[in-house]
């Protein structure tokens, strides 16, 4: 059973940077983050296949936030720059065995507990 956790988020205003990172066990294909707001559907904000780097945003985030692996095996980290309060939302990282699309919630099969990111006006 693969274990994801999460870590980062918090506060800022707008125009602010937050990063959060996320650890998954075992082994995995890609990682992604998800996000979800009161009243909004789920949605995705960015992905990474493991090891090979490619990547994928959201339209919304696109030149904003940056997903990358670090160092640490099965660990990325999103850069989220320009914050703006629209971005409020729990982010969740999710995790993969699988290829496929890096965008689509159920293309993932193992959930962190989700990290709460607030930005205010």
């Known amino acids: 059973q693969v274990q994801v956790s999460e870590s980062g988020g918090g506060s800022v205003q707008a125009g602010g940077s937050l990063r959060v990172s996320c650890t998954a066990s075992?082994?995995?294909?890609?990682m992604g983050w998800f996000r979800h707001a009161p009243g909004k559907e789920r949605e995705g904000v960015a992905g990474i296949f493991i090891g090979a780097g490619n990547t994928r945003y959201a339209d919304s985030v696109k030149g904003r936030f940056t997903i990358s692996e670090d160092n640490a095996r099965n660990t990325v980290s999103l850069q989220m720059n320009s914050l703006k309060p629209e971005d409020t939302a729990m982010y969740y990282c999710?995790?993969?065995?699988?290829?496929?699309?890096?965008?689509?919630?159920?293309?993932?099969?193992?959930w962190g507990q989700g990290t709460q990111v607030t930005v205010s006006s």
């Open positions: 999710a995790a993969s065995k699988y290829l496929g699309s890096l965008l689509e919630a159920g293309n993932y099969n193992f």
């Open positions: 075992g082994y995995i294909r890609k």
